[in-house]
T-cell receptor, first 115, second 112 residues
């Protein structure tokens, strides 16, 4: 199957700093990328959907100014957690797909810890 | 928005067949049904996708009745390594785009 690479896999940052997470589709062009966050023993919660070259669509309750998403190319999307606080600590997962109703491929996730 | 309902958890033993059923009463005509597997601290992994009737691949089968209001993921002869959370997703189109929304998932525990 296609490969989606997420970097970094783990990051620890100080409260108030910003953290950027990269999501790359290595062997296909992703027209759509999704960003999720997941708390322990909970399901994945969709944060936003991004299409290459356009602004991301955020889910209700997700602050777009805090979670900046950029999908500048068909193989790269980034999520920047700005002014991170301990409550932002979570497992962040990206996903990419070629088109509608095609299978989505997921990155390995990024464990963010804000101290 | 097509919502899915699955059992929270299931227990099984090695070598048994496991069937996990998902309800999706509001599935739309163009929606596909997709199942993913997730291990702790990893991203979900695609298992199988289908639209109607039966789909089979090297790891699982997916049964979809004619009304498509439910689907059943069948895992033949499970092993300890199949212990994971299994998610049923229904393709969702909103505002001209589309998104994948996860339900609660089913925690499958396989024992010796």
């Amino acid at each position: 199957g296609a490969v989606v690479s997420q970097h970094p896999s783990r990051v620890i940052c100080k409260s108030g700093t910003s953290v950027k997470i990269e999501c790359r589709s290595l062997d296909f062009q992703a027209t759509t990328m999704f960003w999720y966050r997941q708390f322990p023993k909970k399901s994945l919660m969709l944060m936003a959907t991004s299409n290459e070259g356009s602004k991301a669509t955020y889910e209700q309750g997700v602050e777009k100014d805090k979670f900046l998403i950029n999908h500048a190319s068909l193989t790269l999307s980034t999520l920047t957690v700005t002014s991170a606080h301990p409550e932002d600590s979570s497992f962040y997962i990206c996903s990419a797909r070629v088109g509608q109703n095609t299978e989505a491929f997921f990155g390995q996730g990024t464990r963010l810890t804000v101290v | 928005l097509a919502k899915t309902t699955q059992p929270i958890s299931m227990d099984s033993y090695e070598g048994q067949e496991v069937n996990i059923t998902c309800s999706h009463n509001n599935i739309a005509t163009n929606d596909y049904i997709t199942w993913y597997q997730q291990f702790p601290s990893q991203g979900p992994r695609f298992i199988i996708q289908g639209y109607k009737t039966k789909v089979t691949n090297e790891v699982a089968s997916l049964f979809i009745p004619a009304d498509r209001k439910s689907s059943t993921l069948s895992l033949p002869r499970v092993s300890l390594s199949d212990t994971a959370v299994y998610y049923c997703l229904v393709g969702d189109r909103t505002g001209g785009g589309n998104k994948l929304t996860f339900g609660t998932g089913t925690q499958l525990k396989v024992e010796l």
